[in-house]
DNA sequence: CAAATATACCTATTTTTCTTATGCATATAA
DNA sequence: TTATATGCATAAGAAAAATAGGTATATTTG
């Protein structure tokens, strides 16, 4: 990724819906899907998605479970009732402004 | 717009695309414009529009013309030559970041 | 005609969000 | 054995936008 700020404002519809996705997750294991889903351009850091997950988590949109791997532990989030609720939403606002920005980038042709 | 931060960091690309269709727009027109093609979703601020109209202006990729419409004034933006290089950047990298939004919304469908 | 709304510009302060820079610790690869 | 990968975390700073204010003219509406 060269300089690209348009990630702005998307980890929480990222995290969720990967959480989504996969059941249960680490965040470790969170920063190698997104970079391996964007083909390597959009990497998250972890100095963001860290403060992220305790966030969402104050919220009560995630639970977290501690695991140890080995001598290494790990904590897998996975999304609560209002967790799921939230992912639905986040995905339909992500759909709106990816149909808007369609509509900028496209004019004349008719999206809505 | 309900809560939508999504559109966070994309406001110097819409800016940018508007003036490539339009030739020229004062500042006020482009609120009214990103107002109307959102259908009433997304709502510039001119907190946030004004300092950007005038941050790409110093970096040499707008320029200015004052009008005046009756007694009112007006500030008319157009691309530099610069500035329409830097929409096709823009443009591409707002592409990369929709598909790469499309394969997190769909995983299992190639995008790429 | 008065009052509200629309047009048209602007900036200062605060908040949100992310980057950068650290730090700690274990496991694996070179 | 030294660098890289795994795995967590936070603090300080930067960037972008929201909020909240300011000025002034034009138009609509009651």
Do not use: W
């Not at 964007?38 to 479970?65: C, D, N, Q, R």
């Not at 996975?78 to 808007?100: A, C, D, H, P, Y």
Request: charged share 25%; aromatic share 8%.
């Amino acid at each position: 990724m060269k300089s690209n700020q348009l990630y702005k404002g998307s980890l929480a519809t990222i995290v969720l819906k990967l959480l989504e996705d996969h059941g249960r997750m680490y965040g470790y294991q969170i920063t190698r899907e997104v970079k391996k889903i964007s083909g390597g351009e959009f990497k998250i850091t972890e100095g963001a998605l860290y403060p992220m997950l305790h966030k969402l988590e104050a919220e009560g949109l995630l639970t977290v479970e501690m695991e140890m791997s080995g001598n290494r532990m790990r904590k897998y989030y996975s999304l609560t009732r209002n967790g799921k609720k939230e992912v639905v939403n986040k995905l339909s606002e992500m759909q709106e402004f990816i149909k808007n920005m369609q509509n900028l980038l496209n004019p004349g042709i008719e999206t809505a």
